[in-house]
């Protein structure tokens, strides 16, 4: 079996972030949001992942992931030529790579924390053509939501209904045989939508309607869509909480209180500082004069000084200056810098992209 995982799309949700690099590729914890499929993948057992990319993102996509050894995976690369093509097209462009073979298609921005070995084994041992990943969500409206039989069988799949029929969603984890490669074929193959793709709906639909075996299988675990500005805050929040294993890789100067859970990297300088775990702070960062509150994730090469920062992510080489109000629920781009404040608020909140200046 093999696993197909995207690092393309738009990101318009996460603009101006995704500006400068592919939100797939962007930190959460103080981990690139793609590791954390890889990671998901290579525990199920699967050793073959194709990664497909936009034209001109290979270099990008391959800076970040390499050939998958430091998984244990062999990474392929495959070319969608059309980034608006839509989950189906990535689908459509891998079937030469999956050579017949079982797959999956994980998405590169979906989080299943506690993995999905289960899925995995559910699919290669009971081998339906097709197979839809589905959990509880109370915001269902917005995502794609099944529609079963009285015998409790998949006949359905609506995008985004206004009035779900129950409270079960599906997200981005799917399932299929190499049937599906002759839904892309023929006088009735699958069409584009009204938004120009070709939806990851329509070959689940074409399976069942030639009478192919579709499974549905629930998710019981915790599952993270990062993919805009709240829900990025929140699974930081969320992993640092549950994942974060502390560690002290660096000299805390006298005068610095570190408590709860945190990691401190190598090479850093934290001076006369109050750190409150969790808080996860990579290499080559200095704290000085400050106080680091929980949820904040510090990227590498940070200068934080005379400052107050909680509950934020910062991305490489961001610099904050004496900021008399705290900087709180906030993303960061890189080489960002904020200094100095008049202190007529009682917090500060941002979400700016690569190389911003802000002087307040």
């Known amino acids: 079996m093999k696993a197909i995982i995207p690092t393309g799309g738009m990101g318009s949700r996460m603009q101006p972030m995704s500006f400068y690099v592919n939100k797939h590729f962007l930190p959460v914890a103080n981990k690139p949001l793609i590791f954390y499929p890889v990671e998901s993948i290579a525990a199920s057992g699967i050793k073959e992942v194709l990664i497909t990319y936009n034209p001109g993102g290979l270099d990008l996509a391959k800076k970040f992931l390499g050939d998958g050894s430091n998984w244990g995976l062999k990474f392929t690369y495959v070319v969608q030529e059309n980034p608006r093509g839509g989950l189906a097209d990535i689908v459509r462009v891998c079937e030469k790579e999956l050579k017949g073979d079982l797959f999956l298609l994980h998405l590169g921005d979906n989080i299943f924390t506690e993995g999905i070995k289960t899925q995995v084994d559910y699919f290669m041992n009971n081998k339906p053509n097709g197979m839809v990943t589905m959990l509880k969500f109370k915001d269902n409206s917005r995502l794609g939501v099944p529609v079963f039989n009285k015998k409790g069988e998949l006949v359905d799949y609506l995008e985004k209904p206004q009035k779900p029929p129950n409270e079960y969603a599906i997200p981005g984890l799917y399932f299929f045989d190499n049937n599906v490669f002759k839904c892309f074929s023929g006088k009735d193959k699958i069409t584009p939508s009204e938004r120009g793709e070709l939806e990851i709906r329509a070959p689940y639909m074409w399976l069942i309607k030639h009478g192919y075996k579709v499974d ?12 805009k500005f709240d829900d990025w805050i929140d699974s930081n929040q969320y992993l640092l909480d549950r994942t974060l294993e502390p560690k002290i890789g660096s000299k805390i100067e006298e ?12 090479g850093c300088t ?32 940070c200068l934080i000084e005379g400052s107050r920062v909680e509950n934020c992510v910062l991305m490489n080489n961001v610099k904050i200056y004496k900021v008399k109000q705290q900087i709180d629920n906030s993303l960061i781009g890189p080489e960002a810098s904020i200094s100095s404040t008049d202190g007529k608020h009682s917090c500060l909140e941002f979400f700016i992209g690569e190389k911003a200046n802000i002087k307040l």
């Open 270 to 301: 934290i001076r006369n500082s109050e750190i409150r775990g969790p808080v996860s702070i990579k290499n080559n960062v200095s704290i000085i004069d400050s106080y680091i509150g929980p949820y904040t994730s510090i990227d590498e090469g």
């Open 216 to 227: 549905v299988q629930e998710y019981k675990g915790k599952w993270l869509d990062p993919g």
């Open 255 to 266: 005068g610095s209180d570190i408590t709860g859970r945190v990691y401190v990297g190598e």
